[in-house]
């Protein structure tokens, strides 16, 4: 079946911090990978994806890297910002209809 | 454009009572999508639409109806209410099946 695990939070980082957050999934075929982001009380929003592997998504300095061989598809930002506190949920979506998506990762960053 | 527009905004329901969860999406998207967020946990989603008229299942279906009328209006039913359906729920909708646009949620409670 099609499954996504992320690294259990909360994660809790210094401003100028570097993040990584973790994800592997579990899927037949060729999914695609997606990074979606939570600000407290909205809903989700896309922040970057890749369709194929070894594509590199990117946004807001934001990366993450879709690694078929390690089924991983890691979020990093180099230089972590107040405004980054979220939550970062890592998806997939294999079947061209429907979506699966992880837990949920929470992240605070303090000044 | 507004987006995605979810109402209500918070509903609490006693159990055995009905109500319909309203999305509406001003994109002319033909992808539609019901997902429940339960504390701690990814979106699961619940039931889907690729274009009026059709609908279909997704991972935890039970206790939920829809309807797609139209392209732009997708609502989410539950009949008999129960307190497992205390969660937050999230309409999107999809111009291709890769970026899901959200609405901002409902939040419900079952007492």
């Known amino acids: 079946g099609n499954s996504v695990t992320q690294m259990e939070g909360p994660v809790t980082l210094s401003e100028e911090a570097f993040l990584t957050i973790n994800c592997t999934y579990t899927?037949?075929?060729?999914?695609?990978l997606f990074w979606y982001v939570q600000y407290p009380g909205e809903g989700l929003q896309l922040l970057l994806k890749?369709?194929?592997?070894?594509d590199k998504g990117s946004n807001k300095g934001f990366e993450a890297t879709y690694r078929k061989e390690t089924t991983s598809f890691h979020l990093e930002k180099g230089s972590v910002q107040v405004s980054d506190s979220a939550v970062y949920f890592c998806?997939?979506?294999?079947?061209?209809?429907?979506?699966?998506f992880g837990t949920g990762t929470s992240l605070t960053v303090i000044p | 454009n507004a987006g995605v527009t979810q109402t209500p905004k918070f509903r609490i329901l006693k159990i055995g009572q009905s109500m319909t969860l309203q999305c509406t999406q001003d994109?002319?998207?033909?992808?539609m999508y019901w997902y429940r967020q339960d504390p701690g946990m990814g979106l699961k989603l619940i039931y889907y639409?690729?274009?009026?008229?059709?609908?279909d299942k997704g991972e935890v279906p039970n206790g939920y109806n829809v309807s797609r009328s139209t392209t732009e209006d997708f609502p989410l039913r539950l009949e008999l209410a129960a307190p497992s359906q205390t969660s937050v729920y999230f309409c999107?909708?999809?111009?291709?099946?890769?970026?899901?646009?959200f609405g901002p949620g409902t939040r419900l409670t079952v007492t």
């Open positions: 890749a369709t194929k592997a070894d």
């Open positions: 998806a997939l979506e294999n079947t061209g209809n429907q979506f699966y």
């Open positions: 999107a909708s999809s111009f291709n099946a890769y970026e899901q646009y």
């Open positions: 639409s690729v274009g009026a008229g059709i609908t």
């Open positions: 899927a037949t075929g060729y999914p695609s």
């Open positions: 994109m002319n998207h033909n992808y």
